[in-house]
């Protein structure tokens, strides 16, 4: 139940913080997030790699690497867009 209520917190937290950044802080933030998940896919790739006696772990490590991967390409694609803006033409 404390794990569920942590989580819970974190969710409101993280979603106030997130409408409150200003759109100049956003490409920094993404660079932080995109590190965050490099993070993540290294544990994720841990969990399915130990021998588990049970499905969950695994499971669990190939739902999060799915997502982790889709957050750090999604991360990747709009600094780089981000970038090109301020590129000469």
């Known amino acids: ?36 998940s490099g993070i993540t896919l290294v544990g994720a790739l841990l969990a399915m790699g130990t021998g588990a006696e049970s499905w969950w772990g695994p499971a669990l490590g190939f739902v999060a690497i799915v997502l982790a991967t889709i957050n750090v390409v999604g991360g990747f694609l709009v600094t780089d867009r981000m970038l090109s803006m301020f590129q000469k033409k």
């Not at 989580?7 to 590190?35: D, Q, R, W």
Request: without cysteine.
């Open 1 to 36: 139940m404390l794990m569920l209520t942590l989580f819970v917190l974190a969710l409101f937290i993280g979603f106030e913080i997130i409408t409150k950044i200003p759109p100049t802080l956003h490409t920094p933030l993404m660079s932080g997030s995109n590190a965050i």
